[in-house]
């Protein structure tokens, strides 16, 4: 079967550091995905990872082991605007239809 | 470019009537996903549609549930018969081309309560 595992919920303080982490095991793997979800709200695109390594884009950042079926998502500086679910996803094929998400981790940023 | 338009953004109905759920992709795009999300959980695939073709279907209930991606308008999720258990939020998603490194842009949902 396809299972994607990620925390339930996790708390940190503004300004500090978060590393949201993923493990996966799907059949087929065409890249990593993480998104933002605040509650509510539709998810928006945060990262992409297809090849082993880390990706970084301003305070976000995405890292991926393929032989291990791991990724986190590391976010600095934290803001309170950062409280939101985050996902991870895998898609699994070429073609793009068969993104599998992970049930999401609530982060709670507090003052 | 109002991106990924979904509506109603809420909608009640009663237990046995019909649900239709609307999205318009982004401009540009011809690939659209429909994904369902109950409360406290992931989001969850039901269909894949390119321009007057289902894809991937895989992940639709088999009964009470269709959808459709007409050559003009938007792409249709039709709830027959709804059921309390049907409650959710329906999300909708497009891509200009299957899978890619920005992913998908999604729409802002539909939330749908069956009382």
């Known amino acids: 079967g396809q299972n994607i595992d990620q925390p339930t919920e996790m708390t940190a303080t503004e300004g500090a550091i978060v590393q949201i982490n993923c493990t996966y095991q799907?059949?087929?793997?065409?890249?990593l995905f993480w998104y933002q979800q605040h509650a509510g709200e539709a998810p928006t695109f945060l990262s992409y990872n297809v090849l082993d390594g880390l990706e970084e884009k301003g305070r976000f950042s995405s890292f991926l082991s393929r032989s291990k079926g791991y990724s986190y998502l590391l976010l600095k500086e934290l803001q309170m605007k950062d409280s939101a679910s985050y996902l991870c996803?895998?898609?699994?094929?070429?073609?793009?239809?068969?993104?599998?998400f992970g049930p999401g981790t609530r982060l709670s940023v507090l003052p | 470019n109002a991106g990924v338009m979904q509506n109603p953004r809420h909608l009640v109905r009663r237990r046995g009537q019909e649900a239709r759920l609307r999205c318009s992709p982004m401009k540009g795009h011809s690939h659209v996903y429909w994904y369902r999300q109950l409360p406290e959980e992931g989001l969850k695939f039901m269909v894949y549609?390119?321009?007057?073709?289902?894809?991937?279907e895989s992940g639709m209930p088999k009964e009470r549930f269709s959808a459709e991606f007409p050559k003009e308008g938007p792409s249709i999720l039709r709830i027959q018969q709804v059921v309390r258990g049907d409650s959710a939020a329906y999300f909708c998603a497009s891509s200009p081309s299957p899978g890619g490194g920005d992913g998908y842009t999604f729409g802002s949902g539909t939330r749908l309560t069956v009382v």
């Open positions: 799907t059949s087929g793997f065409n890249g």
């Open positions: 549609l390119q321009k007057e073709n289902i894809i991937d």
């Open positions: 996803a895998v898609n699994r094929d070429n073609y793009g239809q068969n993104f599998v």
